[in-house]
């Protein structure tokens, strides 16, 4: 029998961010968007909720939870229904920290994981996207080249959220020739030696969030930076969680335009009826409902299949294109339902549409 109950552990914690996201989020979503940055004071209150931390273990100062993606997506909803992009820049660590948690070895969790459990909100990220903005593991372009007892590193990384805050980046490269089975991944100090980090000049969607252009020329790095050392990592299972981040908050994005769609259309009235009760309107408005529900379904499908340890490419892929689809058709139709008011910047329409374009295009701006 297939359920998809949640426990009551996590429906605490979708409820209490939901809370956080439509009291302290939400609020401030287009005044951050205008200005481009995240307050210190948005990432400081996200950081406080422990998102991050929770699934470190107590030895390193986390409070030592399991890691559940099932759980994850539940969180990076409730956050992409605030604001996704305040949500990217909060989860963004976690885009180190969980790859750190699954295949990192001892000495190197024992190292790092503590720079993520003090009181303070700490910056590390990945670098995924390629300089051609096209990322494909099997051809990846920034290499890694096994040099004595260590590695040097080349190429150009973009579109790498909260990079020039970063203390670290977790650096995805080909090790020893084409496709997704020669990916390996590799911490990278931002004082390293041939590493540059410069903000990108701007992007369609997520402005926020300060995506960066990360150069790495010559880049000379010991062994102990390979994650995982010997073992490595399992590239599809990272690329897999992080596929189901992006979706999840793509989802909570597309149910905040159809729980702000459909009181409008109810409200708004136009020659004599409100607009809700027009067909053309009412279908739109019942298929963002439909398709809220089939994207959690098939997120939270994925994400089981990340948990236990089952190779989710296939499914997570699917979600993803489905995902993708939906949520910028739901994003066009609020501005639709809108009208006019639609494309204005007094109303979130234009921003979330904006948004959906930026969560679909990227990767995923966080790690399940």
């Avoid at 750190?100 to 996207?129: M, R, S």
């Avoid at 089975?181 to 992007?203: C, H, L």
């Avoid at 409200?267 to 067909?279: L, N, P, T």
């Avoid at 949520?327 to 979330?352: C, N, T, Y």
Wanted: hydrophobic share 45%.
């Amino acid at each position: 029998m297939i359920s998809f109950k949640l426990s009551e552990e996590q429906v605490l914690i979708r409820d209490s961010l939901q809370g956080f996201a439509k009291d302290v989020m939400a609020p401030q979503a287009r005044v951050i968007d205008e200005a481009g940055e995240i307050p210190s004071d948005i990432l400081q209150a996200g950081h406080e909720l422990g998102l991050v931390s929770a699934a470190i273990p107590e030895a390193q100062g986390g409070a030592g939870g399991d890691r559940s993606p099932v759980t994850n997506a539940v969180v990076l909803e409730a956050l992409g229904y605030g604001c996704a992009s305040q949500g990217a820049a909060i989860m963004a660590p976690s885009l180190f920290v969980n790859p750190l948690l699954d295949f990192g070895t001892d000495d190197q969790k024992k190292e790092l994981l503590p720079l993520f459990t003090g009181k303070d909100y700490h910056a590390a990220t990945a670098a995924l996207h390629e300089t051609q903005f096209a990322f494909g593991a099997g051809a990846m372009k920034t290499t890694a080249e096994k040099r004595g007892n260590g590695y040097v590193l080349n190429g150009v990384k973009r579109l790498v959220p909260m990079a020039t805050s970063a203390s670290h980046v977790l650096v995805l490269a080909a090790e020893g020739g084409a496709g997704v089975e020669n990916v390996q991944a590799f911490i990278v100090p931002r004082d390293a030696k041939g590493v540059s980090i410069e903000r990108e000049s701007g992007q369609m969607g997520l402005k926020p969030v300060a995506h960066g252009k990360v150069t790495l020329d010559k880049v000379e790095l010991p062994g102990a930076a390979r994650l995982g050392g010997d073992s490595g990592i399992d590239a599809r299972r990272l690329l897999a969680s992080v596929r189901v981040a992006g979706a999840a908050m793509a989802v909570g994005l597309s149910r905040a335009v159809a729980d702000t769609a459909i009181p409008y259309a109810r409200d708004r009235v136009a020659f004599g009826e409100a607009i809700g009760k027009k067909q053309a309107i009412a279908f739109m408005l019942a298929d963002m409902h439909i398709e809220c529900d089939t994207m959690r379904l098939m997120l939270w499908k994925a994400a089981s299949q990340i948990e236990q340890g089952l190779d989710a490419t296939k499914a997570t892929v699917l979600a993803q294109d489905y995902i993708r689809r939906r949520s910028m058709k739901i994003a066009d139709d609020g501005v639709q339902v809108f009208g006019g008011h639609g494309f204005i910047r007094d109303l979130p329409l234009e921003m979330w549409l904006r948004n959906a374009r930026a969560l679909t295009v990227l990767e995923g701006p966080a790690a399940v």
